[in-house]
């Protein structure tokens, strides 16, 4: 449940939110850093800075990360 003064907010896709201009994601973790939150903006059809969906998403699974890079050639440090 989101809330704002208190109140449940009721979210709807393509409505925007609280009338924001765009949305600086400062979230750490799971829900925060995993496009989770950036998936919802963009059905609310708000503006955010930052990484987005895809990215995020795949930035937490650091092992799945390590693969793409690897298979784009890209060095990296040798995990042990």
């Known amino acids: 449940m989101w809330r704002a003064d208190g109140a ?3 979210l709807s896709p393509g409505r925007g939110l609280l009338g924001a201009d765009v949305v600086l994601p400062a979230l750490h ?3 925060g850093e995993d496009g ?9 059809d ?7 969906v895809l990215s995020s ?3 937490m699974d ?3 990360f390590k693969d793409l890079m690897g298979a784009s050639g ?7």
């Open 62 to 64: 650091k092992v799945l």
């Open 74 to 80: 890209i060095p990296q440090v040798e995990l042990r």
């Open 46 to 52: 708000v503006p955010y800075v930052g990484a987005g």
């Open 29 to 31: 973790g799971p829900f």
């Open 36 to 44: 989770t939150v950036q998936g919802l903006l963009e059905c609310l």
């Open 8 to 10: 449940e907010l009721s």
């Open 57 to 59: 998403a795949l930035c």
